[in-house]
């Protein structure tokens, strides 16, 4: 009851001095609301770039050819040389086969949902009457779409039947479309266009119009001149282009839901181990995004932790107006002591009274603070472009500090107040 009876005076004593509580407040309201800002901006920051990666495939794991760490040759002397003759072409020899793709996705059929294989096979230019249109051409197998986020606009994607027949199909953007056919995505599936690729033209027949989406909001390229990319059967890239058997990368499309995909990555490094093993110039690399994610948002945090803590600062300066305004408020109300104590009051119950008024000061600035923060924290969220998301942990532990600054620069007024003699507190005028 003692303590309920304090929370009320304190908020009594709050509302009789509206002005001075709220230029009190001001400097914890700055502080906590500086910091929750800061907090949900990097909170929003976190949580869209892991979106983004998972979009981009973050579950997804590259497994490719890495040239192998140079062997050191000790002589004598002490002296260390570099293994020399060392080659850095990729032979047929070394790429990753049919074979042992085959024999991965028997080893592992729970974890692998599919596998994506991409061939860069060359830049050209499409034309249809005056208008150009810029394309970057893909090989790639029917896996691939299973490894990227790709819509549909019409017709179909690459299949497995357009692979072994080494057709001459392609997929194209609507970028295309509309540059050279007025965006008529269905008019222009099975349609001939010729591809010139270092002033030789290629034949292919449209099977399907996909969205092209800009990988950044900064292009320095114009629409018509942007360069977007195309799709062919990886078998008939690999024809046009002459390469030897094998690939040099592939994708891994994880099952849902796989715990540990770093662990998993591990795991394939140690299956091609064997095939590998003899291979003095190569080895095999396994990749993933998460561990990518993972750092920048590490880093993220480190650098909003550092300005919050920077930003904080100001809560140094909140607590000691708090503290100020407390020893005022302790002159102010000698009398009140005086009687209070010559009425039987322990010194523990004026210390009390003191320390609570000063954490609902506290209590109440930083709930301000708190609104305060989120409401600036979101705008520049949006202003970003991402969406705004509550750092519950953060407001949280704001809440909590702003009683324990309450707490302690309340002491000090506190057992001021409690340590006046009732005599003299009395004939206080």
Not at 71 to 97: K, L, P
């Amino acid at each position: 009851m003692l303590i309920l009876e304090n929370i009320k005076l304190a908020f009594g004593a709050l509302r009789a001095n509206k002005m001075r509580g709220f230029l009190t407040m001001l400097g914890i309201i700055i502080g906590i609301g500086s910091v929750i800002a800061i907090m949900t901006v990097s909170s929003s920051l976190s949580t869209s770039i892991s979106v983004s990666f998972q979009e981009m495939g973050a579950n997804n794991i590259t497994v490719g050819l890495k040239q192998s760490g140079e062997e050191e040759e000790v002589r004598q002397n002490g002296m260390r040389f570099g293994a020399s003759g060392r080659s850095g072409t990729v032979e047929e020899e070394d790429r990753i086969t049919d074979e042992m793709l085959e024999a991965l996705t028997a080893r592992f059929p729970d974890q692998i949902e599919a596998i994506a294989i991409s061939e860069s096979v060359a830049e050209g230019a499409v034309r249809e009457g005056g208008s150009t249109a810029n394309i970057s051409i893909s090989g790639i197998n029917e896996d691939y779409f299973a490894s990227s986020d790709m819509t549909l606009l019409a017709g179909r994607k690459i299949k497995k039947a357009d692979l072994e027949g080494k057709k001459k199909v392609i997929m194209v953007s609507d970028k295309v479309v509309d540059n050279l056919f007025d965006g008529k995505y269905e008019e222009v599936l099975w349609k001939d266009i010729n591809v010139e690729i270092n002033g030789v033209y290629t034949s292919y027949y449209i099977v399907g119009v996909y969205k092209y989406e800009e990988n950044s909001s900064f292009s320095s390229a114009s629409d018509e001149d942007a360069v977007t990319a195309a799709y062919i059967p990886l078998t008939t890239g690999k024809e046009q282009i002459h390469v030897d058997d094998g690939y040099d990368r592939f994708t891994v499309v994880t099952a849902a839901g796989l715990p540990g995909v770093s662990d998993f990555a591990q795991e394939l490094e140690t299956f091609f181990h064997p095939y590998y093993a003899a291979n003095d110039d190569f080895e095999i690399a396994a990749t993933t995004m998460e561990s990518m994610t993972e750092s920048m948002n590490d880093m993220i945090q480190t650098v909003s932790a550092a300005i919050a803590f920077i930003a904080g600062i100001s809560l140094l300066v909140g607590g000691i107006g708090v503290m100020n305004i407390m020893l005022v408020s302790i002159t102010e109300r000698t009398r009140e002591i005086g009687t209070r104590k010559a009425l039987g009051a322990k010194n523990s119950f004026i210390r009390l009274q003191f320390i609570i008024e000063s954490m609902i000061l506290c209590l109440v600035g930083g709930c301000l603070g708190i609104l305060l923060g989120f409401g600036l924290g979101a705008a520049a969220a949006m202003l970003l472009g991402y969406s705004a998301t509550a750092p519950v942990a953060a407001i949280l532990i704001a809440v909590g500090f702003s009683m324990a600054i309450g707490l302690f620069f309340g002491c000090y007024p506190a057992n001021k107040a409690a340590k006046l003699d009732p005599i003299e507190a009395l004939r206080y005028e």
